[in-house]
């Protein structure tokens, strides 16, 4: 069964980056027919795709973040990880990261979610 | 690429049914059979109820169903139970490897 778990802080400061990391068990990250991708809930709100990570490496992002986003991946560690550069209180959020199914584009497994607050 | 629209609320008493729409344009909804309905309960991650405009994963009720008509794609509950209330988001590919979510609805139970 594939698990998936962010860890990072939980509170960042305005300006700053923030770095979360999501570490896959139960598959790898190296498969080619998944994507892995960060989606994001701020507290009340609804769901925000940020961006997606295939295989071989390419990234894509939401065009709204684009400027602000880099997401990478660690096959040795079957990792995958966001950062967001220069944030404020309107990226607090729920993170979530999951992964994405590249026949159906449907995201069919998801981590538990991981607060972060922005705020100095 | 803005999000897709949903009502913000839904409701139905137990046994009935309940649709739930979402409109996008023709660039996402109605471009692509890429259209999925998350399910998602307080506190928790969402889940996947359906994928390419109409199909149901394993383990998801026959009682969920979705089509699509032009740019707007509909989710269907049918025989509500009170587990049925939760928040439903819907998606839509948009082309060049982009997501788009729909803003979400409330669903209740009466």
């Known amino acids: 069964q594939l698990h998936l778990q962010e860890s990072g802080p939980g509170l960042v400061k305005p300006s700053e980056t923030l770095s979360l990391t999501c570490t896959v068990s139960g598959g790898s990250i190296s498969t080619s027919s998944h994507y892995w991708a960060w989606i994001r809930q701020p507290p009340g709100k609804g769901l925000e795709w940020i961006g997606s990570?295939?295989?071989?490496?390419?990234?894509y992002y939401n065009p709204s973040l684009k400027s602000r986003v880099t997401i990478s991946g660690d096959t040795s560690e079957n990792q995958f990880s966001l950062k967001l550069s220069s944030v404020t209180a309107a990226d607090t959020a729920v993170y979530y990261c999951a992964r994405r199914d590249d026949y159906g584009v449907v995201f069919d497994y998801w981590g538990q979610g991981t607060l972060v607050t922005v705020s100095s | 690429q803005s999000a897709l629209t949903q009502p913000p609320s839904a409701s139905g008493s137990p046994g009935q049914s309940v649709t739930i729409s979402c409109t996008g344009t023709?660039?996402?909804?109605?471009?692509?059979?890429?259209v999925s309905w998350y399910q998602q309960h307080p506190g928790k991650a969402p889940k996947f109820m359906i994928y390419?405009?109409?199909k149901r994963p394993s383990g998801v009720p026959d009682r969920f169903s979705g089509s699509k008509s032009g740019n707007t794609a509909s989710l269907t509950v049918s025989g509500l139970q009170a587990e049925d209330e939760a928040d439903y988001y819907c998606s839509s590919y948009a082309g060049s490897n982009i997501v788009v979510f729909g803003g979400g609805t409330k669903l209740t139970v009466l």
């Open positions: 990570i295939y295989y071989g490496g390419s990234s």
């Open positions: 023709s660039s996402d909804v109605g471009g692509y059979n890429y």
């Open positions: 390419e405009v109409s």
